[in-house]
């Protein structure tokens, strides 16, 4: 396995739909894995294949709280089969949005459809923070940020500092 180096916005590939896989193989599990512990090592909960520059429709996520076994999903194409009418507001942040965080209200329970890592069809019902968490990193699937879902204000006000912080980052010109 091996840590991937995480895309930070404002940047264009975070923007790109990304392409189903025709079948979870031995490359896409690598992936996974690799995602896995990219994720793991941040620290995140969820992490997108457009992240790390795989515009592959994969994610990974793990809600597991410090004190539970860990509990990783992997999961190939995605599809969201039903979503609940009920509303759930959470506290999101980004592993592409470091140190940003915004509530976004999103359904509180999805039923989901998924290729495994062994490449078997399967379903899962989400609830609560996985139901979240699931969202949030199909939305990164279609190229959506948690702040496409917040005011253009808050939203600016974010990529604003965000392209500020890479500024100062990036090396000075010789
Ligand atoms: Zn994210």
Redesign the pocket.
């Known amino acids: 396995m091996a840590t991937l180096p995480i895309i930070v916005a404002p940047d264009l590939r975070l923007a790109k739909k990304a392409k189903p896989v025709a079948k979870v193989d031995d490359s896409v599990r690598r992936l996974m894995d690799d995602m896995l512990e990219t994720m793991y090592l941040a620290p ?1 909960i ?3 294949a457009p ?1 790390v520059g795989a515009l592959k429709r994969v994610i990974v996520v793990d809600c597991a709280k410090g004190d539970e076994d860990p509990a990783p999903y992997k999961i190939a194409n995605p599809e969201i089969l039903w979503r609940s009418d009920e509303l759930m507001t959470n506290s ?6 470091p140190e940003h965080y915004a509530d976004v209200s999103r359904p509180k329970e999805i039923r989901l459809r998924y290729l495994d890592e062994q490449n078997e069809i399967r379903e899962l019902h989400a609830k609560g923070l996985l139901a979240t968490c699931i969202q ?2 199909i ?2 699937l279609e190229g959506v ?2 702040v496409d879902h917040i005011s253009a204000l808050k939203r600016n006000i974010i990529l604003r500092k965000l392209a500020k912080a890479k500024r100062q980052k990036a090396p000075a010109p010789v």
């Open positions: 995140g969820g992490l997108a992240q999101e942040g980004c592993l592409s949005l949030h990193e939305d990164h940020l948690f």
